[in-house]
């Protein structure tokens, strides 16, 4: 079967550094997602990764071990803002998205 | 403002009704998707779209139907509702299947079925 995991929540302080993992096993793979949903809203996109290797966003970065099914979103300099569900998905052999549950981020002051 | 709008908003619907959930675009996308999310789950594709013309079973589809008459529109319908039905519906669209093409997604619509 195929399957996304993530800690399902973390918590971090105003001003810090925070890294999200997600594995993943997959029937093939084309691709690697990550998206922002607070609360009550809908997710929207943060970054893709395809390659191994870091990207680089501003104030996120993502990384990407295609031999490991490994991946991490890391979050500088935390704002209140960032409080919010970070969501892995994969893009499998179908080209279809399978979705991680996502790790709810506290940010506290 | 381009972007993806989904109605109702949210809907309280007693079982066995039949109740279609829209789903409208304005960015030409040529792909199209409707999930539904959980808590405690991840999203779960229910049908998709790649083209006008044209629609495919995602995980849990029983239950749903969709059609894809034109770019723009991609209505979900539950033909007789169920309590397990009760979920937030997302609808998303993105320029093509495949490549970087992020999806784009709609504000949602939270339907709870009695």
């Known amino acids: 079967g195929q399957n996304i995991d993530q800690p399902t929540e973390m918590t971090a302080t105003e001003g810090a550094i925070v890294q999200i993992n997600c594995t993943y096993q997959?029937?093939?793979?084309?691709?690697l997602f990550w998206y922002q949903q607070h609360a009550g809203e809908a997710p929207t996109f943060l970054s893709y990764?395809?390659l191994d290797g870091l990207e680089e966003k501003g104030r996120f970065s993502s990384f990407l071990s295609r031999s490991k099914g490994y991946s991490y979103l890391l979050l500088k300099e935390l704002q209140m803002k960032d409080s919010a569900s970070y969501l892995c998905?994969?893009?499998?052999?179908?080209?279809?998205?399978?979705w991680g549950a996502g790790t709810k981020l506290i940010i506290k002051p | 403002i381009a972007g993806i709008t989904q109605a109702p908003t949210s809907q309280i619907l007693a079982a066995g009704r039949r109740m279609t959930l829209r789903c409208t675009q304005d960015?030409?996308?040529?792909?199209m998707y409707w999930y539904r999310q959980d808590l405690g789950l991840g999203l779960r594709l229910i049908h998709y779209?790649?083209?006008?013309?044209?629609?495919g079973k995602g995980e849990v589809p029983d239950g749903y139907s969709v059609s894809r008459a034109n770019t723009d529109d991609f209505p979900l319908t539950l033909a007789s509702a169920v309590p397990s039905q009760t979920s937030v519906y997302f609808c998303?669209?993105?320029?093509?299947?495949?490549?970087?093409?992020?999806?784009?997604f709609g504000d949602g619509t939270r339907l709870s079925i009695l």
């Open positions: 990764n395809v």
């Open positions: 960015m030409r996308h040529n792909a």
């Open positions: 997959t029937s093939g793979f084309n691709g």
């Open positions: 998905a994969v893009r499998d052999s179908n080209y279809q998205l399978i």
């Open positions: 779209s790649n083209t006008a013309g044209t629609t």
């Open positions: 998303a669209s993105s320029e093509e299947t495949g490549g970087n093409q992020p999806q784009h």
